[in-house]
Structures are given as structure tokens and as C-alpha cells.
């Protein structure tokens, strides 16, 4: 069975638009497994993968970014 693996740059996800646009191309991609890089969110990253399109059964794990630097997202 093949995986889809999606690797992006999203280059922060604080802004709306931007998180509707990530959630729009994550749907036409049907990707497996999704690294999100350099998001620049701090705290909670729950409420951001619900935006973002991750579902109820949704595994992911955060790395918070340091300041204005990194923070990664994989689904």
C-alpha cells in the first residue's frame, strides 16, 4: 500500500487565512502523514489542528516554536 507524505514550510499558521488555505489544499491532497513546518504557534496546538482539518481520530504531535522561530506539526 503506497502513503501519501506531505512535507510543507507553512511559514506560520496564526492567521485564519492561512489556516484555510493549509485545511484547503490537506483536503484536495488526501496525504497520509503531515509534517507542518516552521508554524510559529505556541501552547496548545489542539485547537489549530481542528482548524487546520484534523478530525476526532486525528494523531498528532507538536513542537512549539521558540519566540518567532520553528514549531512543527506532524499529523
Do not use: P, Y
Not at 503531515?34 to 481520530?57: A, F, M, P, S, Y
Request: proline content about 0%; charged content about 30%.
Amino acid at each position: 500500500m503506497k502513503r501519501k507524505i506531505v512535507s510543507w514550510n507553512v511559514r506560520g499558521l496564526n492567521d485564519q487565512g492561512k489556516k484555510r488555505i493549509v485545511k484547503s489544499h490537506l483536503l484536495d491532497w488526501k496525504a497520509d502523514i503531515v509534517c507542518l513546518q516552521e508554524t510559529k504557534l505556541e501552547g496548545n496546538c489542539q485547537d489549530h489542528i481542528k482548524q487546520i482539518g484534523g478530525g476526532r481520530w486525528t494523531r498528532f504531535v507538536c513542537l512549539e516554536a521558540s519566540g518567532t522561530r520553528g514549531g512543527i506539526i506532524m499529523m
